[in-house]
C-alpha cells in the first residue's frame, strides 16, 4: 500500500526553494507551484464570498505575508542585478 506524502506548504515551498541557492534570475521568476495557486484561489474567493471559517482565514493571512516576503525578495534580487551591471 502506496503511502500519499502531504503536498508541501506554499511556505515549505519558499523555504525548499531559498535552500537552493538560487540566483537574482531564478528569484524573479519564482511562482508558486499550481497546487499552491489553486488553494490561494480558493481561499481568496471564500474571502470575497465572506464563507471562510477562521481556520482559513488565519491560512489565507499566512499566505499573504509569504506573497508580501517574496515581493520584497523579488525587489532585492531586480536591485542586485541592476547594482551588478
Known amino acids: 500500500m502506496a503511502v500519499m ?3 508541501p506548504t506554499p511556505t515549505e515551498e519558499v523555504l525548499d526553494f531559498l535552500l537552493s541557492a ?3 534570475e531564478a528569484v524573479i521568476v519564482l511562482r508558486p507551484s ?5 488553494r490561494l484561489r480558493y481561499l481568496l474567493d ?10 482559513e482565514r488565519a491560512e489565507l493571512e499566512s499566505y499573504l ?6 515581493r ?11 547594482a551588478d551591471v
Do not use: W, Y
Not at 471564500?46 to 481556520?55: C, K, Q
Open 5 to 7: 506524502m502531504p503536498e
Open 22 to 24: 538560487p540566483t537574482p
Open 34 to 38: 499550481p497546487v499552491a495557486q489553486e
Open 46 to 55: 471564500g474571502s470575497r464570498n465572506t464563507t471562510l471559517n477562521d481556520a
Open 65 to 70: 505575508q509569504l506573497e508580501h516576503f517574496v
Open 72 to 82: 520584497h525578495l523579488k525587489i532585492r534580487a531586480r536591485e542586485k542585478l541592476a
